[in-house]
């Protein structure tokens, strides 16, 4: 799974790290003794552990540095959607944004009441119930119109919990 969100270049510098590590332990493992028996012997230990402690880092730092750069990437994707606090009472919902742009919207939705409330979208998805003083996200796709915004509870949308949210 985390392979597939990688680019060319990431794959090709964690592979290349992954063999040399993985070359490194296999020859030190196999090779080496058959050539030498007191493999790494008295004066290559210290060597030998430093060369491992060398490596070890240095995997260590490429899957730090391309995952970073890989969740960088993922921060910028996330910034293009547009997040928007929605609290829930009894019987409003206030929205801390009534106009977004078009494209993935979440709504991150607090019930500061006292009864059980959802937040649902007009034709769309909706949360579960969410209890009071809990909170939800509710994430869509929304291309540009004006979207009715509602709790789903029996009743609740007659007694004011409806608004509009407009996308451009």
Do not use: W
Request: aromatic share 8%.
């Amino acid at each position: 799974m985390l392979l597939a969100g990688l680019s060319t270049g990431h794959k090709i510098g964690l592979g290349v790290v992954a063999i040399a590590f993985i070359s490194f332990a296999l020859a030190s493992s196999f090779l080496a003794p058959r050539r030498r028996p007191d493999f790494p012997g008295k004066n290559g230990l210290s060597v030998f552990v430093i060369a491992c402690f060398v490596l070890f880092a240095a995997m260590i730092s490429a899957v730090e540095i391309f995952g970073s750069e890989s969740e960088a990437k993922g921060a910028g994707e996330a910034a293009t959607g547009k997040t928007v606090k929605v609290q829930e009472k009894e019987f409003k919902i206030s929205l801390a944004s009534k106009t977004v742009p078009a494209g993935r919207v979440t709504f991150v939705v607090e019930n500061v009441g006292k009864i059980q409330h959802d937040l649902a979208i007009q034709g769309g998805k909706r949360t579960p119930l969410i209890s009071g003083g809990q909170s939800a996200k509710l994430t869509a796709t929304l291309k540009a119109g004006t979207y009715t915004l509602y709790c789903t509870v029996a009743g609740h949308r007659k007694l004011g919990m409806v608004t509009r949210l407009t996308v451009s």
